[in-house]
């Protein structure tokens, strides 16, 4: 435990410490069992209370209701940029994509592959510092759905709003702010996250939908492309990944005891402020790169006045635990990935360090 780093790492990322410990504890003998949750049937009694257990952990969190369906899949949010057209831009319908960043772009991409995406916005232009304000949505009256990134990893962004699409169904990729803060999840048909930011290993792929919107697929689709097959069976129509799901159900049992969402979205709020001011109060030292007003509580972007200067940083940082503060290579600079996992401690260590390094190399 004292050998712990502070992990800002994008993802995957820092879990919380009780969660690691107990699953090390549980690890040679689950629930009485003789055997690990990696060895048992997913077949079995014990994998079954699993497996619904973090299924309606997360459903609470949300304080979604009986009309919503948790599933998990594999192939990461990845996959989901592809199924998400194939699924639901059918007979004749686009998908409409607001582009506010590398996966939001991705998602498109597939879309495109498949000959069904158009664009409803993009902030391209501004290298992905805000994220498309309502007013700037064109979104296409007869899409089959409006696609956005809800928080935009690489570039540090994140919307501020729920966009309104005047009733087309809104899909938005969570991947890293999933279970971060509460909304009203009940505007969305369909949220989908990789686990391996908010959620837990990387490995599965959370979906959170309206069972409505859901139930009908394609039947022209490969089984397991098709959401139906999750939805109709629980997510265990093939074998599901048991110790990742198992690992998520950890995590989300360890955000209700610590009083759900909106008391991690205060503390979120809370570190992100406290990074966000101590760039603000460089005297121009730290620059941010989002725009004040998309923001992200969850990955803090910024540069510093030279790149000898960032690179002379992340080594100094290591020093003091502080690691994975290196920016993506396509915005370059420093991101700080601050997840619910990551405590409040860890953030003030790294403000600390910046004071202390600006003040010895400004
Ligand atoms: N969407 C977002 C917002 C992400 O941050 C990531 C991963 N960094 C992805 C999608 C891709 O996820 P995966 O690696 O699980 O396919």
Same mark, same amino acid.
């Given at each position: ?35 690990? *949750? ?13 497996? =619904?257990?973090? &299924? ?16 998990? @899949? ?38 495109? *592959? ?18 498309? &304000?309502?007013?700037?949505?064109? *979104? ?8 956005? /990134?809800? +928080? =935009?990893? @690489? ?10 699409? =005047? ?23 369909? *949220?989908?996250?990789?686990?391996? &930011? ?29 959401? +139906?097959?999750?939805? &109709? ?10 110790? /990742? ?22 503390? +979120? ?13 460089? =005297? ?64 003030? /260590? ?13």
């Amino acid at each position: 435990e004292a050998n712990r780093v502070y992990n800002f790492n994008p993802g995957p990322a820092t879990l919380p410490l009780e969660v690691l410990k107990e699953t090390q504890a549980e690890l040679l003998n689950f629930s009485g069992s003789g055997m690990s *949750i990696m060895e048992i049937s997913h077949r079995s009694k014990e994998y079954d209370a699993v497996h =619904n257990k973090a &299924k309606a952990d997360i459903k609470e969190l949300m304080g979604l209701g009986d009309d919503y369906d948790v599933l998990f @899949i594999q192939g990461g949010a990845s996959l989901q940029f592809a199924m998400v057209p194939m699924n639901f831009a059918i007979n004749g319908k686009k998908g409409n994509y607001v582009l506010s960043g590398s996966f939001a772009s991705k998602a498109y991409k597939e879309a495109e *592959i498949q000959g069904v995406g158009t664009v409803a916005a993009s902030s391209k232009e501004n290298d992905f510092r805000n994220v498309p &304000k309502q007013g700037d949505l064109k *979104i296409d009256p007869n899409a089959a759905y409006l696609h956005i /990134c809800y +928080n =935009n990893t @690489i570039y540090g962004t994140e919307y501020h709003y729920i966009p309104d699409t =005047n009733g087309i169904p809104l899909i938005a990729d969570m991947s890293s702010d999933m279970l971060s803060r509460p909304l009203d999840f009940n505007k969305f048909s369909f *949220i989908y996250a990789g686990a391996q &930011k908010n959620l837990g290993p990387a490995g599965v792929t959370i979906v959170v939908a309206r069972k409505s919107f859901i139930e009908n697929s394609p039947e022209n689709l490969p089984t397991m492309l098709r959401y +139906n097959t999750y939805s &109709k069976k629980n997510s265990l129509y093939n074998t599901p990944p048991a110790f /990742c799901i198992y690992m998520v159900g950890k995590v989300a049992a360890w955000l209700k005891k610590q009083g759900g969402l909106s008391v991690l979205a205060e503390r +979120n709020a809370k570190k992100a402020a406290l990074l966000y001011d101590a760039i603000d109060n460089s =005297n121009g030292f730290y620059k941010g790169h989002a725009e004040k007003d998309s923001r992200s509580f969850m990955n803090v972007t910024f540069r510093l006045p030279t790149e000898e200067l960032e690179a002379k940083f992340i080594a100094e940082a290591k020093e003091h635990k502080l690691c994975g503060v290196k920016g993506h290579r396509s915005v370059g600079g420093l991101r700080a990935s601050i997840y619910n996992a990551m405590p409040y401690e860890g953030v003030k /260590c790294l403000t600390d360090f910046m004071e202390q390094f600006r003040t010895a190399n400004k």
